[in-house]
């Protein structure tokens, strides 16, 4: 997408002045998930790989924002993973992080929402059958074609109970 000085840009990798950006912007998560949400220069080529599906929205050349899907599998590991019947079925994309810098939230410009949009079609035209993800209890309720699998009361460091929800693309 390119309008208005906007650009959303799939990314297999990182690179040092990429990557410093969005370290910057994934701090915005900070106060909503606690610190393991941030990335680092040890953890960002665990999520901006081949194996993940890492959109960068650009204003003006500027990174202002990311999402990373991941495939469901890769959290195999994680407890939480467990409560989801379509483990192991290579059909799950999980929401690892969705962020955009604060000044871009809020704009009329529609940002998140056309980042998101193009998230969930490439997804989709990978075979992809459903999108999951962690978000609080009060915005998962309020997703459309969306079920919650489960309300974790304790979700790491978060001040809120936090959702896992499962949505049909």
Do not use: C, M
């Not at 040092?16 to 606690?34: M, Q, R, Y």
């Not at 081949?50 to 650009?58: V, Y």
């Not at 204003?59 to 192991?88: M, Q, R």
């Amino acid at each position: 997408s390119s309008n208005y000085n906007f650009q959303i840009e799939l990314i297999k990798y990182a690179g040092e002045f990429d990557s410093n950006k969005l370290i910057e912007i994934s701090n915005e998560l900070v106060d909503i998930f606690g610190p393991h949400s941030s990335l680092t220069e040890k953890n960002i080529h665990k999520y901006f790989n081949e194996k993940t599906l890492p959109f960068i929205a650009r204003y003006n050349k500027n990174i202002i924002g990311y999402i990373i899907g991941v495939p469901l599998e890769y959290f195999k590991d994680e407890a939480w993973s467990h409560f989801d019947s379509n483990l192991f079925k290579e059909n799950t994309l999980y929401t690892y992080a969705f962020v955009l810098e604060k000044k871009f939230q809020l704009k009329a410009g529609g940002y998140a929402k056309t980042l998101k949009r193009i998230y969930l079609s490439w997804a989709k035209k990978r075979g992809y059958k459903f999108i999951t993800g962690h978000v609080r209890q009060d915005i998962a309720e309020k997703f459309p074609n969306t079920k919650i699998i489960k309300t974790f009361p304790i979700w790491y460091d978060a001040k809120d109970p936090f959702s896992y929800y499962q949505r049909t693309i």
